[in-house]
């Protein structure tokens, strides 16, 4: 979904409609098979190539097949926001909707707006297919990735949907949070990377509770969209 708005782009710059075709089409197909019926998502949904069918659908960066990781949902709230805004469809606002819901009304998001790296890591009924060792993860670790991913999509859906007051405060609130010594890091420190705490893939036992690249671009992306659109600077 993030990659369509290269697509949307291509059309608008060449004026060859086939770009937009493709971007919509596989924003109607995700639509179709890469939700749950609560707007819980899946990481990867795996598709014969020849007719389409549906193979496997899975959570390879997540908890579990059937947990929803935290990155991949904001992902998903995103890419859905700006097929929205590049198309008009109000079938893609209300999926973004949905799944703006799904994370602002998780019970397990915590107080801070900050998201455990995934919404179901170590729930009962949540099976993992790698070796998780609870001892390991207490503290849970928190994706200020995800987060930051997140709180840029609620700032343009707070413009965008009829009823944007939810999503500016859910975004102001997670803005409150990344800005504050618990995950802003100090000058000098971090690798000179902005945020702290962010989780690549556990899984896979790769970059956890690292700074990472895309978290600052979408925190500084949002710091942006707060400034032109609610601030208006």
Request: charged share 20%; net charge positive.
């Amino acid at each position: 979904m993030m990659n369509l708005e290269l697509l949307y782009f291509a059309s608008k710059h060449t004026g060859d409609p086939s770009f937009a075709r493709i971007a919509n089409r596989h924003a109607k197909t995700t639509a179709k098979n890469q939700f749950r019926k609560d707007f819980g998502s899946y990481h990867v949904v795996n598709y014969d190539t020849l007719t389409g069918k549906v193979l496997h659908r899975q959570t390879c960066q997540g908890f579990s097949d059937q947990s929803t990781w935290a990155r991949g949902q904001a992902w998903g709230i995103y890419g859905y926001t700006m097929a929205y805004r590049e198309t008009g469809n109000k079938k893609f606002l209300q999926l973004a909707e949905n799944l703006a819901s799904f994370w602002i009304n998780h019970p397990n998001l915590p107080a801070d707006g900050i998201p455990f790296w995934d919404f179901n890591a170590g729930q009962e009924g949540f099976r993992p297919d790698w070796k998780y060792d609870p001892g390991k993860f207490n503290p849970m670790p928190r994706d200020a990735s995800a987060a930051a991913i997140a709180c840029s999509a609620f700032l343009e859906l707070s413009v965008l949907a009829p009823d944007g007051k939810k999503y500016l405060d859910a975004a102001t609130q997670i803005l409150a949070s990344l800005t504050s010594p618990a995950y802003l890091a100090e000058k000098g420190t971090n690798g000179n990377f902005i945020l702290k705490h962010s989780v690549g893939s556990i899984p896979h036992g790769a970059e956890v509770d690292v700074p990472l690249v895309y978290a600052d671009y979408y925190f500084l992306e949002s710091i942006f969209r707060y400034n032109k659109w609610i601030r208006k600077e």
